[in-house]
């Protein structure tokens, strides 16, 4: 009787332990790129000379062209993007131009948005840096920012592009390059 009792208490002992162990898991995430999408090539709106001092031509399309940046490093580095244009010309043997100081671009901060990942903060980015028109020219212009810590993800930013065109250009087709340039810091 003495074993039943001892054997029953040493049941009700055991039933009460739990067993528990403890196993690491590791994931190991590889860092992407930083990458930007252009538009293919656009055209302006075509101007009539005549009745103005200037005429507007700007971007067709809805509010402008699209660019996407994609951050996918994982470094948190941040980011910013740049436009420059070279002179409006029409080429060939007896090149025209056009002044260079009338090339505009804006970017207003509802044409910028979160495709995915990081949310859009508005003061740490992504952000408009240009949010009326800016003269762009040969010299590299922020267009928008994402400071360190910040635009992880990938983003879609429409950009409204402008000329002036004075009343006392000759007629013509003029081209320009203009360059986007994602660079890998704020």
């Not at 860092?31 to 709106?45: A, I, K, V």
């Not at 994402?146 to 992880?152: E, K, P, R, S």
């Not at 429409?158 to 003029?174: K, L, Q």
């Amino acid at each position: 009787m003495k074993t039943l009792v001892i054997l029953t208490a040493l049941c009700f002992v055991l039933a009460g332990i739990s067993l528990a162990g403890n196993v690491t898991l590791t994931e190991v995430v590889t860092g992407g790129t930083l990458t930007l999408t252009m538009p293919n090539n656009f055209s302006l709106s075509t101007v009539t000379l005549g009745g103005e001092s200037y005429k507007i031509a700007t971007n067709s399309g809805d509010y402008g062209q699209h660019f996407f940046v994609e951050d996918s490093r994982g470094t948190g580095a941040g980011w910013n993007l740049g436009f420059q244009i070279s002179q409006f010309t029409t080429g060939g043997t007896n090149p025209r131009t056009l002044e260079t100081d009338k090339f505009y671009m804006s970017q207003e901060t509802q044409y910028l948005t979160c495709e995915y990942g990081q949310a859009i903060d508005a003061t740490n980015g992504p952000k408009s840096l240009i949010l009326s028109p800016t003269v762009v020219g040969a010299a590299e212009t922020k267009l928008v920012q994402a400071l360190a810590g910040y635009g992880m993800g990938k983003y879609e930013i429409s950009a409204n592009h402008a000329v002036v065109v004075m009343s006392y250009v000759y007629a013509g087709t003029y081209t320009a390059t203009l360059t986007a340039t994602l660079n890998a810091t704020p």
